[in-house]
């Protein structure tokens, strides 16, 4: 387990699919976290591999997405798409009602856990 800070934003393929929030495409768009190689390294875990990720408001399994070199986060920050699963772990800023997108701490380890549905994750 290592400690990271979470930064969320949209992306392409998030912003295609957003008005299919039921979509088995719309979850693939949200359900991954992407993170530095060398992090990758230290909780032993490859491309497609499962994570958890634990913040003091909420914890969720995402799939591990290796991004393009150019595009890679510095070590100790993990990228998730903007959507329930980044949700879950992000908090409100302030009380104004606004989630923190970014700069949230949290830790995040290997898991043998399934990443819910989005059914499943937002019934929980």
């Given at each position: ?27 693939k768009?949200?359900n ?13 875990v ?46 409100i ?32």
């Amino acid at each position: 387990m290592i400690e990271v800070v979470v930064i969320t934003g949209r992306t392409t393929e998030q912003g295609m699919t957003i008005d299919e929030k039921l979509s088995e495409a719309y979850m693939k768009a949200v359900n991954y976290c992407e993170m530095n190689e060398k992090d990758m390294e230290k909780i032993g875990v490859k491309e497609g591999d499962r994570v958890i990720v634990r913040s003091e408001v909420g914890e969720v399994v995402l799939y591990v997405k290796k991004p393009e070199v150019d595009l890679q986060p510095p070590e100790g920050i993990i990228f998730i798409p903007m959507g329930p699963y980044a949700n879950r772990v992000v908090g409100i800023l302030n009380g104004s009602g606004t989630p923190q997108y970014k700069g949230v701490k949290a830790t995040i380890e290997k898991t043998d856990k399934n990443v819910l549905s989005i059914e499943e994750l937002i019934s929980t």
